[in-house]
């Protein structure tokens, strides 16, 4: 049986907590007493603005609640911008950073205060963020995922102090950047514009004497003034290269002139001139004539 005076809830509970707050009231307390308690006023501010209420406030930590976990998250994101652009005013050393957890879980309430693994878990969240940041676990992310305009960082499934089971922890990053929930969103790379560059190639002792130019691809790109000209010489490469290919037979250059009496042809009906007649021949079968040697006209002729 439930006590009276309690109750059971679904709520959505942020912790934050000073950074290095120890340190700080080391170097100096009064600066660090009057840094927190004005940070402090800031943050409570801010979520009494986005709906929320501050249910505890021990020490350098604070906690509150939402009934919306988008106004948590915008909230926590308000707070860590309001902090960010007061410390540029302070020295380095006497800055003052918050970690903020965010957690959507059952509670219990007793008066103002809330009580359960809730809190806990988003106080754990809370240690898990970076100096100046923000860690919700996946229940919390479940119900943002498509709503604000920030990305998410999938860091594991952390296991934390005093909790049986481990928690799906998520960062907020301040970028228009959502993850499919589990997992980063992947970022397709750029494509690569690859051009080919053309070069000399030199035939091997024994192989052809002529000199022909063959693309040769080497994978980086080349100014553009250049690649029209790479072009023209790749399409003379081709044609080169398949004229060397051919066989002699089929050689695009015509054959020699055989002999100088195919240079003319016999027509049917016109006297066979002198050039293409056979030479006469004497009684022993030896050519006679002008040009034989023997004929009359040559030293030999008698």
């Not at 957890?101 to 059952?106: A, E, T, V």
Request: charged share 25%.
């Amino acid at each position: 049986m439930t006590d009276e005076g309690f109750k059971r809830k679904l709520t959505s509970i942020l912790s934050a907590d000073a950074v290095g707050y120890s340190r700080l009231m080391e170097d100096d307390e009064e600066a660090t007493v009057r840094t927190l308690t004005s940070y402090r006023e800031v943050i409570a501010t801010l979520i009494k603005q986005y709906n929320g209420m501050v249910v505890d406030s021990p020490g350098d930590n604070l906690l509150a609640e939402f009934v919306s976990v988008v106004d948590a998250v915008q909230c926590a994101v308000s707070v860590q911008n309001e902090i960010n652009a007061r410390n540029e005013d302070l020295p380095e050393n006497r800055k003052m950073q918050f970690r903020i957890g965010i957690n959507l879980g059952d509670v219990i309430q007793e008066g103002e205060r809330i009580y359960g693994d809730g809190v806990n878990i988003a106080a754990r969240l809370e240690g898990l963020a970076d100096p100046g940041g923000i860690c919700i676990s996946k229940t919390a992310f479940d119900q943002i995922e498509r709503k604000l305009p920030y990305g998410y960082e999938f860091i594991g499934d952390q296991t934390v102090k005093n909790i049986s089971k481990p928690v799906g922890a998520y960062r907020v990053m301040l970028e228009p950047r959502v993850t499919v929930a589990g997992e980063p969103e992947e970022e397709k790379p750029a494509p690569v514009r690859r051009i080919p560059i053309l070069g000399w190639v030199f035939p091997q002792e024994g192989a052809r004497k002529d000199r022909s130019i063959i693309p040769v691809s080497t994978g980086k790109g080349t100014g553009s003034g250049s690649y029209a000209r790479m072009l023209l010489l790749s399409a003379t490469a081709s044609a080169t290269s398949i004229l060397n290919l051919l066989p002699v037979s089929l050689s695009l250059r015509p054959p020699p002139l055989p002999g100088r009496e195919s240079a003319r042809r016999h027509i049917p009906g016109r006297p066979t001139p002198a050039l293409c007649r056979p030479p006469a021949t004497g009684p022993t079968g030896c050519p006679v004539g002008p040009g034989s040697g023997t004929g009359p006209g040559s030293p030999h002729f008698s």
